[in-house]
């Protein structure tokens, strides 16, 4: 049970990381330049949690290939999801979040030749439900930029996973966050030629609390949801974790002031974590 621990961690961390990014983005200048404080906060402060884990690292060449190729799509993802956020609210975004799952399920059956399993297939349709009723007459397409963004942020992340499966559990766990959070936050650095007083104007113009929180809330989420993979089933986990879904609608409301289209929002919430057991049955 020691698996509970963590996932309790992580769904305090990844409210805290989802609210906190919405926040950050609120006086963003610069999306690219944001993107890279938090990733970097991020993979600075976890490497703290060093000490508290075995040291350990891969001697297969294979899996740094993997683990680089799996970076690029994350760094694409990360940036992606800076500009959707910024335009979507926390309780929609963590919804079309989700989308990965279905993802993953199809990719499966059509790459890896899977078996097709009804229950699965259920639960991938009633993830998709979920994100047409949060969308469904949204008002005059607001929303239909950061959507398609998200979508395709979505697909993106299904590619990184692939390619990153079971790497994590060759590495220490802070180290693998650090690198999967400050690799992306240099490449987008260097090929986006952000300069460091565009850094420097991004931190000094924006809420300096929300991206100092959100940076270290992403990197230390990323190590708890990992160890509580590696101590428990995924069957468990997985609908667990997805309770991150209905809790952004929660805080959402009271914090973010959230307050359009509640109802389909915790309906939506609600598909998302019985889809998700339903995939993990």
């Known amino acids: 049970m020691e698996y509970l621990i963590f996932i309790i961690i992580y769904l305090i961390l990844g409210v805290i990381f989802d609210q906190g990014y919405k926040i950050a983005t609120k006086s963003l200048t610069n999306s690219g330049a944001l993107t890279v404080l938090i990733e970097f906060i991020g993979a600075i402060s976890v490497l703290c949690a060093i000490p508290f884990f075995e040291i350990k690292f891969p001697t297969d060449i294979k899996v740094y290939i993997l683990l680089g190729l799996s970076i690029i799509f994350y760094t694409i ?3 992606l999801n800076t500009v959707v956020r910024s335009g979507m609210e926390t309780s929609t975004f963590s919804v079309i ?3 990965s799952t279905v993802f993953m399920i199809f990719s499966g059956i059509i790459f890896l030749k899977e078996p097709f399993i009804l229950s699965k297939f259920i639960g991938a349709i009633l993830i998709v439900i979920s994100n047409i009723l ?4 949204r008002g005059e397409g607001k929303y239909d930029k950061y959507l398609i963004l998200g979508i395709v942020a979505n697909i993106l992340y299904t590619v990184a996973l ?3 499966v079971n790497i994590s559990e ?10 999967t959070l400050g690799i992306p936050s240099i490449l987008i650095f260097i090929f986006e030629r952000i300069k ?3 850094l420097k104007k991004e ?3 924006g809420n300096k609390k929300a991206i100092i929180i959100t940076g270290i809330a992403w990197s230390f989420s990323i190590v708890a949801i990992l160890k509580a993979y590696q101590l428990g089933s995924a069957s468990i986990v997985a609908p667990l974790a997805s309770l991150t879904v209905i809790l952004n609608v929660i ?6 002031k959230e307050k359009d289209n509640i109802p389909k929002k915790i309906i939506s919430a609600i598909l998302v974590i019985l889809g998700i057991i339903l995939i993990q049955i």
């Open 77 to 79: 993802v990360d940036r």
């Open 97 to 99: 979040r989700q989308l």
């Open 134 to 137: 949060v969308f469904y007459k």
């Open 162 to 164: 692939f390619l990153d």
């Open 170 to 179: 060759n590495f220490t766990l802070p180290i693998y966050a650090s690198l």
């Open 196 to 198: 460091f007083k565009e």
């Open 203 to 205: 931190f000094e113009n």
């Open 251 to 256: 805080v959402g409301y009271f914090l973010s």
